[in-house]
């Protein structure tokens, strides 16, 4: 079963480890008869020994609780930052990007399944062993602005990302998060000093779309959310928008008020288009008209700076909500164009939300 109380007994049959690397988690009590509770996600799973949680990467090995993915790096990239898409935080810059497998939910179109699904499916965990100092040292060398947990759920690599982000902090460097939402409450607590931004992905604002497509629930992704705004972590929104799933004008604009009354009217928002992956492979693609509806309604509610994705350079360019002009311009994913480059409009300097080089 998912959600809260989640009660996970056997382990995976025939589970593979290669090159096996662990280290004991954290954020977990140990039960009786050799069972733990992990208090990493909201998933709260209660583990048998020898099982494994709903995200497939942290063991019960006789009642001591491990994270098989602890510097076990799957991907590693460089990126601009807007791929994340983070669009206010050190635009133009690049983002250290890294990764290791398995994610805390299963969602029927996840463009990265071939590593996010992998411990779950194929029962094999990949990774090349990389110390956390190393991954600070690539990204310093890369001359890269932060370092980005992203690709998979980053809350399921939990350990290994903030001994990469406290070394992070010390150079200078921002720590972004790319994820789910669907944290704990004491995962926040532990992480929040070290990070600078997130971008949540809110995949729908129904809880029966989330326990059905998703394998979680809503309320603790909006938790998290808010818990990041009062934590002073910069937030942006993005949400897939799926025919047929979340394309409702009643959907979208509720989805459009949480983020204006519950993370203000600053925070961004960004909509993008849904391509045919991993299990929804017959679906259609996303109708632009869509992406402008769900942009109309968003600037209804008060949003300030609402994106489009995955539809070009249209919808991409951050303006000033005072006065209009272009304060910075996109013209396709690293190149972009600052117009002013402490994050003030050049026109009338009225201040832009988010952080700029300047304010980091």
Same mark, same amino acid.
């Given at each position: 079963?998912?959600?809260?109380?989640?009660?996970?007994?056997?382990?995976?049959?025939?589970?593979?480890?290669?090159?096996?690397?662990?280290?004991?988690?954290?954020?977990?009590?140990?039960?009786?008869?050799?069972?733990?509770?992990?208090?990493?996600?909201?998933?709260?799973?209660? @583990?048998?020994?020898?099982?494994?949680? %709903?995200?497939?990467?942290?063991?019960?090995?006789?009642? =001591?609780?491990? &994270?098989?993915?602890?510097?076990?790096?799957?991907?590693?990239?460089?990126?601009?930052? $807007?791929?994340?898409?983070?669009?206010?935080?050190?635009?133009?810059?690049?983002?250290?990007?890294?990764?290791?497998?398995?994610?805390?939910?299963?969602?029927?179109?996840?463009?990265?399944?071939?590593?996010?699904?992998?411990?779950?499916?194929?029962?094999?965990?990949? *990774?090349?062993?990389?110390?956390? +100092?190393?991954?600070?040292?690539?990204?310093?060398?890369?001359?890269?602005? &932060?370092?980005? #947990?992203?690709?998979? +759920?980053?809350?399921?690599?939990?350990?290994?990302?903030?001994?990469?982000?406290?070394?992070?902090?010390?150079?200078?460097?921002?720590?972004?998060?790319? =994820?789910?939402?669907?944290? &704990?409450? $004491?995962?926040?607590?532990?992480?929040?000093?070290?990070?600078? !931004?997130?971008?949540?992905?809110?995949?729908?604002?129904?809880?029966?779309?989330?326990?059905?497509?998703?394998?979680?629930?809503?309320?603790? %992704?909006?938790?998290?959310?808010?818990?990041?705004?009062? #934590?002073?972590?910069?937030?942006?929104?993005? =949400?897939?928008? @799926?025919?047929?799933?979340?394309? &409702?004008?009643?959907?979208?604009?509720?989805?459009?008020?949480?983020?204006?009354?519950?993370?203000?009217? +600053?925070?961004?928002?960004? @909509?993008?288009?849904?391509?045919? !992956?991993?299990?929804?492979?017959?679906?259609?693609?996303?109708?632009?008209?869509?992406?402008?509806?769900?942009?109309?309604?968003? +600037?209804?509610?008060?949003?300030?700076? %609402?994106?489009?994705?995955?539809?070009?350079?249209? *919808?991409?360019?951050?303006?000033?909500?005072?006065?209009? /002009?272009? %304060?910075?311009?996109?013209?396709?994913?690293?190149? =972009?164009?600052?117009?002013?480059?402490?994050?003030?409009?050049?026109?009338?300097?009225?201040?832009? /939300?988010?952080?700029?080089?300047?304010?980091?």
């Amino acid at each position: 079963m998912n959600g809260a109380g989640c009660f996970v007994r056997n382990p995976i049959a025939g589970a593979v480890l290669e090159g096996e690397v662990v280290q004991e988690a954290r954020l977990y009590e140990k039960r009786r008869n050799n069972q733990v509770k992990c208090h990493l996600c909201a998933h709260g799973c209660l @583990i048998d020994d020898g099982g494994r949680g %709903v995200c497939h990467v942290r063991e019960n090995r006789g009642g =001591t609780l491990y &994270s098989l993915v602890y510097g076990q790096v799957l991907a590693e990239n460089r990126d601009p930052i $807007e791929k994340k898409p983070l669009y206010h935080v050190a635009p133009g810059t690049l983002s250290y990007s890294i990764a290791t497998a398995g994610c805390n939910f299963r969602c029927a179109w996840c463009q990265n399944s071939d590593i996010s699904a992998m411990p779950r499916e194929r029962h094999i965990i990949r *990774g090349s062993e990389t110390p956390p +100092e190393l991954i600070v040292a690539r990204a310093f060398e890369s001359r890269c602005r &932060s370092i980005a #947990y992203t690709y998979t +759920e980053p809350t399921i690599f939990f350990e290994y990302a903030y001994d990469v982000a406290a070394l992070a902090k010390k150079k200078g460097l921002l720590n972004v998060l790319v =994820t789910n939402g669907f944290m &704990s409450a $004491e995962m926040l607590e532990t992480l929040h000093p070290l990070a600078d !931004a997130a971008n949540v992905d809110l995949k729908s604002f129904n809880d029966d779309t989330y326990r059905e497509q998703v394998g979680g629930r809503l309320q603790p %992704v909006l938790d998290s959310m808010k818990r990041m705004k009062d #934590y002073g972590i910069w937030v942006e929104v993005t =949400t897939l928008v @799926i025919p047929q799933l979340n394309d &409702s004008d009643e959907e979208l604009r509720q989805i459009a008020q949480f983020i204006a009354r519950d993370l203000g009217c +600053e925070t961004p928002w960004h @909509i993008s288009r849904f391509f045919p !992956a991993y299990k929804m492979t017959r679906c259609e693609p996303t109708p632009p008209a869509t992406l402008e509806r769900a942009r109309c309604i968003g +600037e209804a509610e008060g949003l300030r700076y %609402v994106y489009l994705g995955n539809l070009g350079r249209e *919808g991409q360019d951050t303006r000033c909500h005072t006065c209009g /002009a272009v %304060v910075i311009e996109r013209r396709g994913l690293g190149y =972009t164009v600052t117009h002013a480059g402490d994050g003030a409009c050049p026109a009338c300097h009225t201040p832009v /939300a988010g952080i700029y080089m300047g304010s980091a």
